[in-house]
């Protein structure tokens, strides 16, 4: 029996190796190497913060109202004539120049009663002075010439 047994185990072993491979036994397979790859150094970056959106509602620029430029004080005018100043009293606003016209036949002067705040000189006929009151206040002149002649000057 001995024989027989080793006769089978024998005939097992040798026809195993006559029976193709089944196809779920694995098959050896040759690995390669593969080629090195380097990869590119990373870049560094800086990055910022960025604040989070917020919706810009669009503004209308409102352009501030310019006050009206004040009127330009009305000038006053004297004539002299007839050995008088006409008007004998003018009423003007603070900034208005008041202008003195000689249409008369003979020279005359334009003189401030207070010492020196305005002097016209010597007008001769047809010649005109010009004095501009930036002061409120009333001002008396005279002729020098002829003392009789006087006007007034109310600045507002």
Known sequence: MKCTTFLAALVLLLGAGCFPK?????TQVEEQAAPAVTAPA?????TQAE???????????????TPPAAPKPANGYVTIQG?????????VNAGATVTWSNKDTVNHTVDSDAVRIFNSGNLSVGGSYSHTFNSPG???YHCSVHP?????????
């Open 83 to 91: 050995l008088t100043f006409g008007p004998q009293i003018l009423a």
């Open 22 to 26: 089944p196809a779920s036994w694995p």
């Open 138 to 140: 009333t001002y008396t």
């Open 51 to 65: 604040p989070p959106s917020v919706p810009v509602k669009p503004t209308t620029t409102v352009k501030p109202k």
């Open 42 to 46: 990373p870049v560094a970056t800086t």
């Open 148 to 156: 009789s002649m006087t006007g007034t000057i109310v600045v507002r």
